[in-house]
């Protein structure tokens, strides 16, 4: 996926489970549009100002991420 600036609308979350079609990431950081949706995920490097950790493993299909803990 393709790598976007964050804008003040978009939420940042990181994961430890980011599960894809046929992989699973670990460490990942989602960032989210205004309306929920993944635009883009990236490797967790560093703690970033402003991102919400969250427990549990995530599931993305289609710009959406699902969340099961």
Known sequence: MKHQLITPSCKRIAVARLHLEDITLCNQVLELDEQGKVV????????????IWLKGDFYLSENKVEHRS
């Open 40 to 51: 883009s995920y990236q490797d967790l490097k560093s703690e970033t100002c402003a991102t």
